[in-house]
């Protein structure tokens, strides 16, 4: 029997599906003062929309709000209450940068500010499907943060998600999305059961069988959830200029990049077209994400064991562990202006993508996808190789792709993605919000 989730409890940013198109910004806040914080969160709290009610049109603009251990510590959060929150959350993104393999160009030292710092207390998400009701939607927002003496916003961030749903490097994203039980979301995979809500949502049981650990007291943990939010920086040349290296005709690009992706650039899977991209499928919700690995493609002949799609969700595979219990709610909006088509000279332009990852165990969800599945292979037989697209690829720069009757590895691949920044936020039910905003310690 499944849980019954209390939704008008749950902030809609956690398991609301977004439209499409969408316009979302991201306001990062300081406070420096406890009580201000509190009259802050009193304020905001007003305008932050609950995840009951999912297909109301009123319910595709929202505003989220997450906190940081900072933040936390900022609001004068009691010091129980601060211990029981779990370590990774405490000592936060930047200070977890060497396990998550945020090195070199992506370590916290090179970082854009205020990212990574403990001026970061306060993340404000907003959605909405175009500008103008975006605008409207943070304005209410904003003016619980205007105007209030000991709080202040030091960073904003825009992104968008355009009708094509394509990212920089040109691929369809965002299609993978888990069914959470007693949500009424339907995922976008029928071939996957509804995953436990506990594994998204703290105060359910998990796929374990148990609960996640719950930070204290109830009426704080419970109905909340952990979200991490990266900026990733897209070299787009790069990734156009390596792909035409390695190929010797248009149709060998376009396959080389499927094959690191594990979809064509329309979204169609290859594990239901594996030699050539069929736009219908890639269009198709009901057809895009409906296919399994392990049933179907056990040796990755059609979707590569080391392609994007296949590391970050293994999906039915044994051989990899317990898939399900390191499943997460990705989801990724893209910023800065797209490089034009068949460009293959950087333009000097910041370009990427904002992740949001939604999860009840930061270490067994988000940062085990980063340092076991991201960025090593000796779990699928290819010890020095790593994810071709997303990791820094400093092993080996090599990409295997399964061929019968001899492989084809691609050499030299350099980093395509580096990480600008990231937090870990703790994202309170609306309950907890009341509770923070009443806190007189």
């Known amino acids: 029997m499944s849980a019954v989730l209390e939704l008008d409890d749950i902030q ?3 398991l609301r599906p977004r439209p499409t198109p969408y316009a979302a910004t991201y306001l990062l806040v300081r406070i420096d003062d406890h009580k201000a914080g ?69 370590s916290p030292a090179n970082w854009e500010k205020p990212l990574g710092t403990s001026d970061v207390h306060v993340v404000l998400a907003g959605l909405a499907p175009d500008t103008a009701r975006l605008e409207a939607r943070v ?13 202040e916003v030091i960073y904003r961030q825009d992104s968008y998600v355009g009708p094509t749903e394509r990212e920089h490097f040109g691929f369809k994203d965002s299609i993978s999305h888990p069914a959470v039980e007693g ?9 996957e059961q509804p995953l436990k809500a506990g594994e ?12 996640a650990l719950m930070p204290g007291p109830e009426v704080l943990g419970r109905n909340g959830t952990y979200v991490v939010f990266r900026k990733l920086h897209q070299r787009v040349a790069a990734f156009r200029q390596y792909v035409k290296s390695v190929s010797s005709s248009a149709e060998e690009e376009e396959l080389h990049a499927a094959k690191m992706v594990g979809r064509w650039k329309s979204g169609c899977p290859l594990a239901l077209s594996p030699e050539r991209d069929d736009p219908a499928i890639g269009a198709d919700s009901k057809r895009n994400n409906a296919f399994l690995f392990h049933a179907d493609d056990p040796t990755g002949l059609k979707t590569p064991r080391g392609s994007h799609i296949r590391r970050m ?6 051989e990899v562990g317990q ?27 910041d370009r990427g993508l904002i992740f949001a990852f939604v999860g009840s165990n930061l270490a067994r969800q988000f940062e085990f996808v980063q340092t076991e599945w991201l960025n090593k292979g000796d779990f699928i037989g290819a010890n020095v190789e790593q994810d071709p697209l997303c990791s820094a690829n400093t092993t080996s720069g090599m990409f295997t792709l399964p061929k019968i009757p001899i492989r084809r590895r691609l050499q030299g691949l350099p980093q395509f993605v580096v990480t600008r920044g990231g937090e870990y936020c703790f994202m309170p039910g609306l309950r907890a919000l009341r509770w923070l905003a009443d806190l007189n310690s």
Not at 63 to 69: E, K, P
């Open 12 to 14: 809609s940013g956690v």
């Open 183 to 191: 949500s009424g979301i339907p995922g976008s995979n029928p071939k």
């Open 323 to 349: 898939v399900r219990l390191h499943r997460m709610i990705r989801r990724g909006t893209a910023y800065g202006p797209p490089l034009p088509e068949g460009v293959l000279e950087d333009d000097g332009q």
């Open 38 to 106: 509190r009259e802050m969160l009193r304020r905001v709290s007003a305008a932050i929309t609950s995840a009951a009610n999912p297909v109301s049109p009123e319910a595709e603009a929202w505003v989220s709000i997450a906190l940081t251990f900072q933040g936390l510590k900022a609001l004068g959060v009691p010091q129980d209450s601060l211990d029981s929150f779990p370590p990774e959350f405490q000592q936060g993104m930047a200070a977890r940068a060497q396990e998550l393999g945020d090195v070199g160009e992506s």
């Open 313 to 318: 969700n293994f999906r039915d595979a044994t």
């Open 139 to 151: 304005e209410r927002a904003r003016k619980g943060i205007e105007g209030t003496p000991g709080i």
């Open 200 to 211: 998204f949502v703290l105060g359910y049981p998990d796929e374990m069988g148990g609960l």
